[in-house]
């Protein structure tokens, strides 16, 4: 069966400091992943997808970054975080004719 | 522009009672529509799914109603138990395995016993 992991599931980071927060799927083989992000009082806005190895696509600017190094692993990153990077941010992966299964979230709260 | 729409940010509803969660959509081209369910600080987990050739589809205590001519889906919870309080997201998506899914902003239910 696949799993999803992610972490750190919490973090407390302060403004201008880098981030790196890792995802890795287990059980499929060239999934689609996606980094979202729940901010405070608002849906799921994709931030991140990926349908293989080094290809990734951005949904909104922002001073975030993603990568994708190997087939399971995805990795949401930044150099400089500010105030408004605080959420909960959420992977997720998905193959063909499936919907996204989620992992289980990193808070992030930027001080 | 807000694509996937849950006008009620809260429901309340008695334990055993039936849930009724509702979701409208703008883009006629979404042909795939999914419910997921979330707890405080976890993931969201996927809940129940209906193909726009589908009118309804049924899982145990829930059902996923598509009327595509309003552009509204709805979710069914009968009987509702106070384990089913939680956000749930209505999300859609087009484009078969290259389509992204695009989801609203939750509605938070609470079932009292």
């Known amino acids: 069966s696949q799993t999803i992991h992610q972490w750190p599931a919490t973090l407390v980071q302060p403004v201008g400091s880098p981030l790196s927060l890792e995802c890795t799927v287990e059980g499929t083989s060239n999934p689609n992943l996606y980094w979202y992000r729940q901010a405070a009082g608002r849906g799921l806005q994709l931030l991140f997808y990926s349908v293989g190895i080094g290809q990734i696509s951005s949904e909104v600017p922002q001073n975030l970054s993603a990568s994708r190094p190997q087939d399971r692993q995805f990795i949401l990153s930044s150099k400089k975080l500010l105030l408004s990077d605080s959420g909960f941010y959420l992977c997720a992966w998905s193959v063909t004719g499936t919907g996204e299964f989620f992992g289980p979230g990193t808070r992030l709260t930027v001080l | 522009d807000q694509q996937v729409k849950q006008n009620s940010p809260s429901l309340s509803v008695q334990e055993g009672r039936i849930s009724i969660l509702n979701c409208d959509y703008t883009?006629?081209?979404?042909?795939?529509f999914l419910w997921y369910k979330k707890y405080p600080a976890e993931g969201p987990t996927f809940l129940i799914s209906?193909?726009?050739?589908?009118d309804k589809n049924e899982d145990g205590r829930f059902t996923v109603f598509l009327n595509k001519s309003a552009k509204h889906l709805s979710l069914h919870i009968v009987p509702s138990q106070p384990g089913d309080s939680a956000v749930y997201f209505c999300a859609a998506k087009r484009g078969g395995s290259q389509g992204n899914l695009i989801f609203g902003k939750g509605t938070k239910l609470s079932v009292k016993p």
């Open positions: 209906i193909s726009s050739i589908k």
């Open positions: 883009n006629s081209m979404f042909d795939y």
